[in-house]
Structure formats: C-alpha cells, structure tokens
C-alpha cells in the first residue's frame, strides 16, 4: 500500500526533476500546451455543435408528442389523409386518444417593406431576408398535449395571453413562441409576413407562448396554429403530417398491430422516438465526419506532446541514468514521465475547454445552417452544455496524451543506469536501429493498405480512418532511415555551395539522429495533415464546380424562395408551371418534385421529373458516360416491357444501397407496391442519401401529388434569360414568394452551400496551420536548446555570432524543408484514403483528383516562413550564448 | 603519506559527525569478483578479462591503471550499474547477476555509494536537493514492512541528515544554490555527501580528484580516508594518481582489461 508521506516524496521528486525542467523550457511548454489546447477545443467546438442539432430535434419531439407513445406517419413522404381518422374513432372505448398534427416549416419574411404596398407584395423575394421557423399545428378543441402537461403553469408568457381564446381559429392566426417573440420583436396583436409554400401570408399574432410544455418545443422559436387555418396556410386541406396517439402502455403492442392492419400499406404506426433516432441516423454521417476530422487537430496536438517528451527524455537521458544510479527503479521513473505528460495534458485540455466552448458558439452557426439546409429542415437551437460534454473532452485531451506519451515513457524507463555515465548512446543506437524501424513502417504501410480496402463499419469508414493513423505511424517509423540517407548529402552540398560551416549545421543535426527524426517526423504530420484536408477539400470543390457545369444547363431555376433557406420545405403549386410555360421565350420546362421516402429502414430522396425534357435538353452525367436520350431510348421500352418504373438513380444511392443498372427494386406508394427498373446511375452531389428519379406522370399518378419542387426553364436560344425572368415575374401574384435564378446565380448559390458546408472544414484547416506552426516553433527550439554546447564549443574555436546565427537559420531551413518534403508525400497518400475510402464510405460520392495548387503552395510558403521565423530566436539565442556558458552547462 | 594522513581536513564538522554516523551503521560485508568479463558486443575485444577481486569489509582499495584500461567499467559492474558478460559479483554474499532490476536498484539505493567522475549532478536542483536525493528515493517507495519510520522518512528528518553530511563536507553556506554556480571542487564535494548522505555500506568512486586541483583533490581524499577510518566504511576507489592511492590501505592495478597481482 502506498502511503501519504511516500505520495508526498514522490510528488516533490516530481516537482524537482520534472516540473523545473519544464518551467526552465517554459516557451517549448507553452507551444506544447497549446497545441493540445487547440486540439481539444475544435473537439469539443464540433462534437457541442453537432450534437445540437440532434438534441434539438429530440427535444422538440418529445415536447410536441407530449404523453403520446404511438404515432402513424408515412413512409412515402407523402401527407396522410384525415379521412382515416373517423376509422379510429373505436380507440376511445379502450381508452385510448389520438390528435391530428400537421408540421412544416414557415419563413418570417425580415427586413421593411415599401410603404405605399402591402407588406407581403413584393414577389422579388431575391431582396428579402427570411429565417425558418417550424409552424405546428393541433386541433386546439381536442387536443390533448397541452392538458396532458403535469405542471400547472400558465401556458403564455407574460404580456402574451390571448385577448379572445376564439381568435385562434380564425383564419390567418397563430400563436408564436416566447424566443420567436423575443427575436423578432413580435407582440400579441402585431402582424407578421410568413412564406408558406411559394406565398407570402399575413398571420395575426393571437398569444404569445411560455417556454413551458409545447411553448418550448423548438426552442421557443415555433409559430403554432390550429388545424383548419393550418392546412388553408399550406395549400393542404384534408392532409396531416401525423397522428399521435396515447395508448395504455401494457395493451401498446397488440393496439399497435390492431391500427397498422387499419392502415394502408405506405403509413406506419411507431413509437414516436424512431423519429428521433431517424434524425440522428440522417446526420450520423455529417457528424462522424467532423468528428473524425476534429479529431485530426487532436492528434496533431498529441504528436506536439510526443514530440516535447520523446525530445526530453532524449536530452535527459543521462539525468535519468543518475537516478537510476542512485536507486530510482524504473517504475518511478516511468511514473515521472507520465506524470509529465499528464502534467501538460490537464493544462492543455483544461485549456482547451474554454477555448471550445469560446469556438463552438462560431462552429454552431455554420453547422447549424447545413443541417437547417440540407437535412432536418429545422434550425437548430442554441448549445446545451453539460459537465459530461466538458468530461467527454477532457477524456480524449488526457488519453491521446497517454496515447502520445507511451512511447517516451517506455523510453525513459528502459534508460540503463549505466548511461549516467555516457553521452550519445541513444543516438548510437538509433543509427543501428533504423533499418529495422523501417521495416516497421515498411510493416504498418502494409498494414494500412490492408485497412484502406476494407468496408465500412456500419457505414463509418472506421478502417479508413485507422489506415490514416497507420500511415502517420509508418512516415515516423521510416523518417530515421530516410535522414540518415539523406542527411550528409545534403551536409556535403552545403558545405560545397554554403561554406563549411552551413554543411556542419546539417552535420549535427545529422550526430542527433533520434531528436532530428522525432522533429521531423512530428513537422511532416503536420504538414500531411494540412496537404491532405487541402487537396479533399480543393478536389471536392472542383469536382463539384464541373459537376455543375454539366448538369446545371437550363436558363432558369425556379423554386418557392423557402427552399432556398432549405431543401425539404415548400411546394410550387402546378398552376405556376402553366404560367411558365406559357411566358414567352419558354421553349421547355423540366417539373421536378423530390420528397423524402423511406427506402430498406433509411432515408432517401424519392424524385419524378420529366424524363422527355431531360433527355432532350439537358445533360444529366451518367457514370457509364453515355448520353441519357440514348440510354432512355434503349432501356425505357425495355423496363416499361417489364412491367417497371424506369428510373435514374444517383451515385450515392447506388452505393449505399448496392443497386447497379438493370436491377428492379419496389418501394411503398399510396396505391401499393411499385416495382423501379434502373435505367442508369448518374453523378449527384445534392444528397449524401441519394436520389431515385422517375418519370412525373406515374408519380402523379401513383403518388396523386401533382405539387413541384423547382422548374428548370429551358429558353429559346433568342431569348434573354433576364427579360424572361422579368416577364415571368410580372404575370405572378402579388404574393408570390419564388426564387428565380439565372444559370450562373444558381452555379454561384450552389458553391456557396458547398463552401458554407465546408465553412468548419475550413476553419480545421487553420487549426491544422496553427498546430504546424507551433510544431515548427517547438522543434526548432529544442534542438537549438539542445545544440547549445556545440554552438558554444564552436564559439569557443572562434565562430563569430553570426556564424552561430546563420548555422542555426540552416538548421532551422533544413528541418522546416524536409519536415515539409516528408508530410507532402505523406499527405498526398492521406489524401488518396480521405478522397478514395473515407469519403466515398462516408458520403457515397465520387471525388476527382485535383491539386489545389495556390492554396498548397500559400500553405508551404507559410510554414517554411514560419520555420525562418521559428529559427531566428533560437539563432539570437544561440548567438548569444557565451562559450563558457555553454559547455558549463554541460 | 603522513603529512596527508595527519592533515586537518578542510571540512568542517569531520570529526564531530563521524561519531554518530558510526552508531547508525551496520557490520559491513565484504565484496567479491569472481572471474569477472565484459564486452559489449560480441565481436568486440574485452574490456574486463577474468578479473578476481575481494574487499574485506571496512577495507579501502585504489585502484590504479592507464585510461582506457578498464577500471570504470569495473567499477560499474561492482555497482551494478552494468552486468559482467561473464563471472559474478557478490555483495554481502549475494550475487549480483542473479537479482531482478529492482532489486539490483533497491541495493544500490541502500547500500552502495557511487562517486562519478563527472560529479552528475541534477542542473535543476539545488545542492541540498541533490545531496538529499537518495533518500528522497527511498522515502516515495514503500518498502513493505517498513512501517512505524515515518521519523526517518519525514522531510525534517532528511534536511536534519542532509545539513550534517553538507557540514562534512564543508558546504553548509552553498545549500541553495545550482550546480552550476559551483566550482569543481564543490561539485565534487557535493557528488561525495550524495554517495554517502544514505551510509552506504560500500562506497565506490570513480578518480573523486581526477577533475580537481591539487588542495582540492586532497580535501576530498581526505574526507573518504576519514569516513573508512571513522565508519569503517569499504571503499573502492579508482585513480591513476599515486598520490591519491597512497591514501588507500591496499592498491591494485589494472592493465588491458586484467587485474594485476600485487
């Protein structure tokens, strides 16, 4: 058992060895503090981010299905018909309750109006600012959710209570939750403009909300109303987006086969949290991808800690043979060092909280606006922080410290005590040894290789990511072979074209092989790091930049101005098309719908458009390269033959589902099972889901949904898209509320979704610059530190300062140069796995190689710049330093 | 001989603390070196060949021979610092050879003293930090059965120790400071008050003048010939200075590896 007093010894031996030592390196321990600091802050910045937006929605979800424990929905996408619920009358005798909801997402229009017009007549929507706000609504005579409350408070917020009850069921009003209030200044009484579908409607603030029960579902920042008025506001008399139902928790499973027999094929009868879990499925890839890559910083951190401490222990290797002289057994020894790590991990983590919680309130607005515009349709509420959130991130600074520190550790305590009474013999070794670590790198390159063709785990490349981690392994384990061999070379070009000196400055890095290689090796991490998000994120863009060039051919895009705030909210009515097509200048029109659908227990796109348009005027890229009117000429006879839908699938479809041209597969419709031939896959980046397209008239049909999502507009080549678009723009309603693009606008709003969905990405990508830099910075210290005697013996020989000067700024270049050369080789593997295996795992999309090379060579120049500027305080340092000084130290 | 023998040591306090230091310290062992080689690596020649070698306990030994002959590495091997390639060493009839790292450490720790001739000496601690480590190493690890010496283990106690051995050795004013603002001779000091702050029951040092000046060199030849005298402790102590061995009770050389017979 250990007692208090020999804790107490051990910690002032701690104290003494240890801890001085890093106060007398305090700049190095700083950087190294730092480093880990910034890892752990983007860790926890991402994972509280991220995380909001799930916990949002299942927060949200609980409040709205209040004590509900079952609902029906459809798998189709479609809304359900309120015609059922008569036939659910009999769940009352058992006694059981059901409400209707109806659920969507409404825009309140910001910004002043002209004031000679009514507030909701501009229909140039282009110049108007919107944000989202979920609209709910409940049948509010029957419903059930706010009685099933179990607190007695009042249900409005101070000032917001209804002057007549009654109100609500007029058409045009809603009540609005007490944050929606607070945003927009609204008050009881106050009128506001909403986009609903493609119009803008006028809605009458009855009330004003608590935060309590339903009032603080969605943050507060809801507009709720009552059904009739509801449906009348989005254009869907009879439709419902589900019913909730409260049955007996122990009759629960039998009720629940009883309804589903009730119903038709394509509803579903489940427990209200598989929505949540659904949501939390949708945005798993998003999140393991950030997450992934946050973690990334992490471990640039750590090699910054095991960079210090393998160089520490290198440099006290003689201290540590005295201790193990005078008694110290190798456990303590290990402890000390471990200690260490700890040491500066508890800082640098602790550090890094702060800092996260500082970031994430920058990082929630980008991933919030993503996963508003491209999954869940919702925005997403503010951060909710808990002390576990805090622990989660402490857990992983701490244990890639430890992750970090074995190595060293295990180093240190193997230190013979006989080595108190040599120098360099570490350095000996490694010359000896660094064949065989090769062939450890040369083994953990295979290895990674193997990993690399591996699938994924439960679609989460988890291969993928250790391939990564075993090349960055490898890199370090083969940098002491590739310096020895590479080293006096370049020694003896320097000192033919530099002077002798400048070749003696490459010598002794050279003499110190083992801290060299730890320097380099943890540089060219790095620097790979940096080159590979650099070339994923600069090919993804390009590849998506050419995919928009191809596809995107019509002149015009029309969708309801909502849809541009996000991608699964608001419907054009078919009148408009009509309208469109009969604007001069129109010469076609591609009507496409896309809803979400449920497809083997995962979310996909289901879209119909016009295949006749498609094929003739526009120029969807298929996978096989073959134009699509030939490949419609050839197969749709064929599928039609057969009985099947034909139908297009998207790449990414393709691949998470594992369909190839030829196959049929059945998906629910409102009229039953409909059989889909696939006629081709072609390349998509809009949904990581994935699309299947068929024609629109058998999904009116089969589907009896007539609403659109977007037109694209194909003109006459005489027309001029901005007269058109005028044109059109005058035959509308005043109310309407369209976005009406141009082909170079919608290029344009399509790089800036990417660029904005990458907008974390981007900011990693200067976390991984910061780590680099200080990585440089802390390398080039500890080896001048180290070179001190040397440079004083020189000194002592008669090197003047700026002999000294300019040895080290060589030293420091020399470094800064392979460190460099290293990670871009290392790099550009890492960036082959991220583009070939993790993304394509991740996302299921297909990425063209493309090198990046302004933002490449503006990232090395930076770093090489910073490894100049990371010499010259060493160099002054070391200009310095007395000679006697020097070699007393020793 | 005499004039070293009968001189005053520079160090204040010698005499006046030896006496107690005597009561503290156990009947001393004898040392042996039985056919003792090391190289190290195979390919390479020996270093130490077929060395025999007994200390009687309370004995003090030079050893003397050129550089390179292989007095340090022996000398090593006797602290267990380093393993013979072949042979044994006992210490109080146990062999080294045979005991596990920790055990090997743990003797060192409690009965062997070790005076290098590059004084090592921690940069980042004080004198009196130095002097004490040994025993702060033995006081963070439990020893099992060691119970009831908290007295002994206490930070007063061992700063109680640590100003007696510095008064010994003549450093009682230079307690805070660095290594690196002594002299060599105080460095020295300051390695021979660690090697015997613990009252080991060998006590070995690898040339303790070799890096001193002449009054130096003899202060601290002095102070080991005084703590064998008083203490009774065993020394071993290599040197290629006559002077220096002629302060030992006995003297053997060491010539390409091999001990030569007196």
Redesign the interface.
């Known amino acids: 058992m250990f007692r208090i007093s020999s804790l107490i010894a051990g910690f002032r031996l701690f104290r003494q060895c240890n801890l001085r030592d890093l106060y007398r390196n305090r700049l190095r321990t700083t950087l190294t503090i730092l480093g880990i600091a910034l890892g752990v802050a983007v860790l926890l910045a991402i994972h509280l981010s991220s995380r909001a937006a799930v916990v949002h929605f299942e927060d949200s979800l609980v409040r709205v299905a209040g004590k509900s424990n079952l609902e029906i929905v459809s798998e189709t996408g479609q809304p359900l018909s309120e015609a059922i619920l008569p036939q659910l009358s009999w769940l009352w005798q058992v006694p059981s309750h059901y409400s209707p909801v109806l659920e969507s997402t409404v825009a309140i229009q910001q910004g002043k109006h002209p004031p000679n017009r009514p507030a909701e007549s501009s229909p140039d929507s282009e110049s108007l600012s919107a944000t989202l706000v979920p609209l709910l609504a409940v049948n509010m005579l029957a419903d059930r959710q706010g009685q099933d409350r179990e607190d007695q408070s009042s249900p409005w917020a101070p000032g917001g209570e209804p002057t007549n009850l009654w109100d609500i069921f007029k058409p045009a009003h809603a009540y609005v939750g007490q944050q929606l209030a607070r945003q927009q200044g609204l008050k009881r009484g106050q009128k506001m403009v909403v986009w609903a579908n493609e119009r803008a409607v006028s809605l009458t603030i009855s009330g004003i909300l608590s935060d309590e029960g339903l009032g603080g579902a969605y943050s507060g920042a809801l507009v709720l109303m009552d059904m009739g008025p509801a449906q009348a506001l989005l254009h869907m008399p009879g439709q419902l987006s589900r019913i909730s139902l409260q049955v007996p928790e122990d009759q629960l499973e039998s009720l629940q086969e009883k309804i589903q027999a009730q119903l038709p094929a394509s509803w579903v009868v489940q427990r209200p949290e598989r929505r949540g879990q659904q949501v939390g499925q949708l945005l798993r890839a998003y999140q393991l991808n950030l997450m992934a890559l946050s973690f990334i910083a992490l471990l640039v951190g750590a090699f910054l800690i095991y960079n210090t401490l393998s160089i520490t222990v290198i440099r006290r290797r003689s201290e540590i043979g005295i201790l193990r002289a005078l008694g110290l057994l190798r456990w303590q020894v290990a402890a000390l060092y471990l200690m260490e790590a700890l040491w500066v991990g508890t800082l640098g983590s602790l550090l890094g909280l702060a800092l996260g919680w500082w970031m994430a309130q920058g990082t929630l607005g980008a991933v919030s606006q993503t996963v508003q515009q491209l999954y869940t349709g919702q925005p997403v509420g503010h951060l909710r922080v808990e002390w576990t959130d805090f622990a989660w991130a402490f857990a992983w600074g701490m244990g890639f410290t430890l992750l970090a520190a074995i190595c060293p550790v295990w180093e240190a305590a193997t230190v013979a005590p006989a080595e108190a009474s040599r120098r360099g013999s570490d350095e000996s070794r490694l010359h000896r040894l660094s064949v065989r670590l090769s062939l450890l790198g040369v083994a953990l390159g295979l290895l990674a290789l193997w990993a690399s063709i591996q699938p994924p785990v439960s679609d989460f490349p988890l291969f993928g990511f250790l391939a990564a981690f075993l090349l960055l392994l490898a890199a370090a384990a083969c940098t002491p072979l590739l310096l020895q061999a590479l080293l006096p070379p370049l020694s003896r070009l320097l000192s033919h074209y530099r002077g002798a000196q400048q070749g003696l400055a490459t010598r002794m890095l050279f003499g110190a092989l083992g801290r060299t290689s730890v320097a380099v090796a943890s540089l060219a991490i790095s620097v790979s790091m940096l080159v590979s998000l650099t070339v994923m994120i600069g090919s993804f863009r390009e590849t998506v930049v050419q995919w928009v060039h191809q596809t995107l051919q019509a002149d015009l895009f029309i969708q309801p101005a909502i849809r541009s705030l996000s991608r699964n909210t608001g419907f054009l009515h078919p009148a408009t098309l009509s309208l469109v097509r009969q604007t001069p200048g129109v010469r076609a029109v591609d009507a496409f719908i896309e809803r979400p659908i449920r497809f083997q227990g995962q979310q996909t796109y289901l879209g119909a458009g016009d295949f006749e348009v498609l094929g003739q005027y526009g120029r969807l890229p298929l996978l096989s390269g073959e134009p699509l009117s030939r490949l419609m000429q050839r197969e749709q006879p064929k599928m039609e033959a057969k009985g099947w839908v034909p139908t297009l699938v998207s790449e990414s479809f393709a691949l998470r589902f594992g369909v190839k041209a030829g196959q049929c597969i059945e998906i629910k419709s409102p009229t039953g099972l409909l059989t889909l031939g696939i006629m081709g896959i072609y390349t998509d980046f809009s949904s990581e889901q994935g699309y299947l397209v068929i024609p629109r008239s058998v999904y009116a049909k089969r589907f009896k949904d007539d609403s659109l999502s977007s037109l694209a507009v194909f003109l006459h080549p005489s027309a001029d898209s901005q007269q058109v678009r005028q044109q059109f723009m005058r035959r509308l309603p005043r109310q309407s509320r369209l976005s009406i693009q141009t082909n170079r606008a919608l290029r344009a709003e399509v790089l800036r979704i990417f660029d904005q969905t990458f907008a974390v990405t981007y900011a990693m990508q200067g976390v991984a610059i910061a780590v680099a830099v200080l990585a440089i910075l802390n390398t080039l210290l500890a080896l001048v530190l180290e070179h001190r005697r040397d440079l004083g013996l020189l000194k002592y020989l008669g090197a003047s300062q700026k002999t000294i000067r300019q040895m080290v700024l060589t030293q420091a270049l020399t470094l800064g140069t392979l460190g460099t050369a290293l990670g871009w080789g290392v790099g550009w593997l890492l960036a082959i796995l991220l583009i070939q295996v993790i993304n394509r795992q991740s996302f299921h999309w297909s990425i063209q190689w493309h090198w990046p090379w302004p933002s490449l060579l503006l990232a090395t120049g930076l770093l090489l710049l910073t490894a100049w500027l990371g010499g010259l305080l060493p160099a002054r340092m070391a200009g310095k330093t007395m000679a006697t000084e020097a070699l007393r130290a020793e | 001989m005499f004039v070293l023998l009968c001189r005053r040591p520079a160090f204040k306090g010698v005499g006046t603390q030896v006496t107690d230091l005597n009561k503290t310290t156990p009947s001393l062992p004898g040392v042996s070196v039985v056919g003792v080689y090391k190289r190290y690596a195979d390919a390479q020649p020996w270093v130490v060949e077929d060395a025999c070698l007994t200390l009687a306990a309370g004995e003090f030994v030079a050893l003397m021979g050129p550089s390179g002959c292989g007095k340090?590495t022996l000398l090593?091997l006797m602290?267990?610092?380093?393993m013979p390639t072949r042979g044994e060493i006992l210490i109080a009839g146990q062999p080294l050879n045979h005991m596990n790292?920790?055990t090997l450490?743990?003797m060192?720790?409690?009965q062997i003293g070790?005076v290098?001739?590059?004084f090592?000496l921690?940069?980042?601690?004080t004198v009196a930090?130095n002097v004490r480590?040994?025993l702060?190493?033995?006081?963070?690890?439990?020893v099992q059965g060691q119970n009831g010496s908290?007295a002994e283990?206490?930070?007063g106690h061992r700063q109680r120790r640590v100003e007696t051995v510095l008064e010994q050795v003549g450093l009682t004013h230079r307690q805070t400071a660095y290594p690196?603002m002594l002299s060599g001779g105080e460095m020295q000091r300051v390695a021979i008050a660690?090697a015997i702050i613990h009252q080991p029951r060998l006590l070995l040092a690898?040339e303790p003048t070799g890096n001193l000046d002449s009054e130096n060199g003899q202060s601290v030849l002095a102070l080991l010939q005084s703590l064998n005298q008083t203490l009774g402790q065993t020394i071993l102590m290599v040197t290629h200075s006559e002077e220096a061995a002629a302060v030992a009770s006995r003297c053997m050389r060491m010539k390409d590896g091999r001990l030569q017979s007196p």
Not at chain 2, 79 to 82: E, F, M, R, V
Not at chain 2, 122 to 125: A, F, I, M
Not at chain 2, 136 to 142: G, I, K, N, S, V
């Open positions: 340090s090593n602290a267990g610092l380093d790292d920790d450490t743990r060192r720790r409690t070790f290098f001739q590059a090592n921690l940069n980042t601690l930090e480590l040994p702060d190493l033995a006081a963070a690890e439990p908290s283990t206490s930070l690196s660690r690898d």
